[in-house]
């Protein structure tokens, strides 16, 4: 006779067809997922996810301005390269695209598992799970099409972009984190995370990030500076090359719009006033229109209210090599350190 633990986790009848079919399709299959740890390079706030049995702990707490620990909240501790296995059946579509910079093949993955994988659901801001098959690397953005009569749990995502491999770390040997990756102004917006003058206004503990890179479910307040790559021209009709470096100069200007979110009025034009004093102090950059705050609209069906969202627009010029020096600066103060593992 089943006892009372196995009769309260055991499946209806049409689960455990269902569980015995996945089984059968798959052979028994597991599939070994392995953490990695995501990483901000303190440089210009590009985005790595470097295999937890690689990180120090000081790259992940403290390690870069943006994304250092807050007040009151402790650091992330790394586990020694945890994997684990998932029990389910895996199966993929590949889907040829032909686009003007790149010819690749999307792999959309779909895992159905007999049970619920906690650590896919449940991850911590900061972590990714990465699964591999048959030398294909995989994450997964969404789990879909739950029946809770039928008891599985479905798990969709794309296979790694071969673009995309650059962002994942598994050798630190010939990592490059002493060279600005982006073109444009942006570490000289980074640089205002750690700046806290001595008189005039600061940014009032809003954290800046690149767009599309700010962390998973980001509390405000918090701002996210976005380039538009098309904004981006020259101002001088040639660069001008030091004989002595060959150090390229060039004079830029472009467009640059600050989302701000969870800032009151009084917050966000500090925060512009605190620009204007940053660009007249350190003259990383000038500025050339006349910014304003501005009010956005996120909205939310299911709340009936709108969120504190506001943008501010900033077009400015700058020399690129300044941008470089100001990236210097921020490699002496915050790079992050690393440590090799001996498995």
Not at 90 to 117: N, W
Not at 191 to 216: C, D, E, H, I, K
Not at 243 to 265: D, F, M, Y
Request: glycine content about 6%; hydrophobic content about 40%.
């Amino acid at each position: 006779m089943a006892g009372a633990q196995e009769a309260l986790t055991a499946k209806n009848p049409m689960a455990a067809d269902l569980a015995a079919g996945v089984e059968a399709l798959s052979r028994v299959q597991e599939i070994t997922f392995t953490k990695y740890i995501r990483l901000v390079l303190p440089l210009d706030g590009y985005v790595f996810f470097v295999n937890a049995a690689i990180v120090s702990r000081s790259a992940l707490a403290n390690s870069a301005l943006v994304n250092k620990v807050r007040p009151d909240q402790f650091p992330e501790t790394v586990a020694d390269a945890p994997t684990f296995n998932a029990k389910g059946s895996l199966h993929y579509a590949t889907d040829l695209r032909q686009e003007a910079g790149e010819y690749y093949g999307a792999e959309r993955m779909v895992f159905t598992a007999e049970e619920p994988v906690n650590d896919l659901s449940a991850i911590a801001p900061g972590t990714l799970w990465i699964g591999e098959f048959e030398g294909k690397r995989f994450a997964f953005s969404s789990r879909s099409s739950f029946y809770m009569q039928a008891d599985l749990f479905h798990y969709v995502g794309f296979a790694v972009y071969p673009d995309m491999e650059t962002q994942i770390i598994d050798n630190l040997s010939g990592f490059d984190s002493t060279n600005v990756i982006v073109s444009n102004s942006l570490p000289a917006w980074l640089a205002l995370n750690g700046r806290n003058p001595v008189y005039g206004f600061n940014t009032l503990g809003v954290t800046l990030f690149p767009s599309f890179l700010s962390p998973q479910n980001e509390p405000p307040p918090f701002g996210t500076v976005d380039i538009p790559p098309e904004s981006t021209e020259a101002l001088a009709s040639a660069p001008t090359i030091d004989p002595a470096t060959s150090t390229h100069v060039q004079l830029c200007a472009e467009t640059v719009k600050i989302t701000l979110w969870g800032t009151r009025n009084f917050r966000a034009l500090d925060f512009v006033d605190a620009v204007y004093q940053y660009s007249s102090d350190f003259e990383p950059f000038g500025i050339m229109n006349m910014p304003v705050v501005q009010d956005e609209k996120r909205t939310q069906a299911e709340l009936g209210t709108i969120a504190m969202k506001k943008s501010v627009t900033f077009k400015v010029s700058y020399l690129q090599n300044r941008i470089n020096d100001i990236a210097r600066q921020y490699i002496t103060s915050a790079i992050p350190s690393f440590y090799i593992g001996s498995s």
